[in-house]
């Protein structure tokens, strides 16, 4: 029984591995199954997506060839610079395809993108031909627009001035300007050197000391002399080894003291110079700003002093209040004033001969107009007749103004009656040059002018009515005998003579004569204004106004009156003198101001001369201007000092 039991179990235990084998490999074959469905399942997957990018591709290069297409054949550039974008970013498509999937490939890229960089070209040929259309557009445009607001301001001449009070505040005038220049701030104190590093000195040896204090053997104990032996030699290690510390501890304390002093120094050094600098530069701009207060007092008081002289109405402070009246007036279009006064105090009557402008300030131009068929511009211009009265008018109208100027400005009534000459300078046809005529010329008394309600008047008519003389169009140019034929000449000028000739090279210009001087800067701006017709004269040397040359530069459009002064100086030039120099222009009538020197210029002085027509010319200006004509010398300022 027991035998069969166990024979059952292990026909049970077969059984059992048997079945479990069968369900094992059950359980591969389903697997091996479900692999072979799920790679069969990719399979398919990846054959539709590979159809669908394929397909992707088609329509992404269907429409980057339409894009193109349209591109190509677009008539309009919005049109082909938005199919030509388009076309781009499909192209950015193909190659961000192309790059992720191998089997979509752009075998015909080069090409296309040759295409595409073509189709660039033209779309910027075409921006650049809008471009030019439309700067063309514009032009025409602003060019008419410009020739009527010059026409229009030729018309309001006169009418503009009866709106300003001609009269010169003398407080207006004056300079209050404040220094510009800040008054330097103390900058930190700059950084200290490093304390130094001393050197360490040993503890001093003691008698006390373990190797100064020997243990005595016992047998030594018994022997005085021994222990006397042994005592001795202890102090005397002692005396050696505190002698030699002592030598050494100097040294050190020597050494340690001279790095303390040489640190201390240092820093005493630093402070100093920090000190010293500062100082420095504050005293410089002291001196500065007490310059810059003593010119601009001097300036203010000359210009009281004027305005004292002009209501004690003594003739030249009439003269120069004169001369800044017409300087100030503004007109609306660039032209020399030149013009020249006399008061006749006896009879109160104030003589002018006045500079007027040429035909070319009337703007010739009527329209201009894109022809958009030709791709220009075409202009059409104002009748001979119609610019010749425009001409005509503004002159009579400037003529007008002037006078009611000066009378308007006269508030001590020191001018009874203007007589006005109206010079025109113009290229004389039959010589080839310039000539200056008198073309109009009217006597008015102020009872005369005062009652004429300038607002509502024709000025040709008006002129006409105060019996001024002039020929029927003023635009031919027709000279008239002036009322009154003042002088053309300046007193003031005398005779010139050669410099350049004597100087020899390496002469220092600082040390030459002062007379010299002046003929050398003379000779130089004549030479530099010769080839032009210019004329250059040199002034007395007394009380000149501080003009020590004149330069008349006939040019129409840059000419006029120059006035220069030549400072021989060593030191550096201030803003007095720059500031006398723009008073000076201003007195003289002159159109610019030149101020040449030996040595150099301020701060203050180029800060004053800006904005203004001065021209600053310091030592390094004039040698190059001696070596430009054929002459070589030196500037040197400390000789000159010395000499």
Known sequence: MARRSGWTIVKQIARDIDRANRAQQRANIAHHKAVLRDEERAQRQAVREREAFVRQGARLQEQFNRAINAANTATTLATKESKLHEAIAKLAELKQLSAQYTFFSLNNLPEVEDGIRQIQAEVDALKHEHERKKSLEESAVSQTEDAERARAALAHVLPDTLAVNDALDWEALKDTAPFSIPEPVKPPQ??????????????????????????????????????????????????????DWQQEADTLKADNARKVQAWEDAKRSLIAEWNDSFQLEHESWERRRAEFIEGQDQYNADLSSLSHQYEAREKAAIEEYCSLVLSRSAYPFPFSKDYQLEYLPDAQVLAIDYGLPSIDVVPSLKEARFIKTRQEIKNTYITDKQRQDLYDNLLYAMTLRTMHELLEADTINAIASIILNGWVTSLDKGTGHEVSRCILTINVTRQEFLVINLANIDPRACFKKLKGMSSAKLSDLVPVAPILDLSREDRRFVQSYDVTG??????????????????????????????????????????????DAVIFDPDPIRGGKIVVQAKRYTNTVGVAAVRDLYGTVINEGAMKGILITTSDYGPDAFHFAKDKPLTLMNGANLLYLVEKHGKKARIDLKEAKRA
């Open 190 to 243: 700059p950084m200290m050197p490093p304390e130094p590093v001393l050197d360490y000195i040993p503890m001093k040896p003691s008698s006390t000391d373990p190797q100064y204090t020997p243990r005595i053997p016992l047998l030594a104990r018994l022997s005085r002399k021994r222990k006397a032996a042994i005592l001795q030699t202890a102090r005397q290690q002692y005396e050696a080894d505190l002698a």
């Open 502 to 547: 004597t100087i020899q090279e390496g002469d220092n210009l600082a040390v030459i004569h002062w007379e010299d001087f002046e003929h050398l800067i003379r000779e130089l701006f004549e030479k530099e204004f010769g080839v032009q017709g210019g004329e250059v004269k040199v002034t007395q040397a007394s009380r000149d106004g501080g003009v």
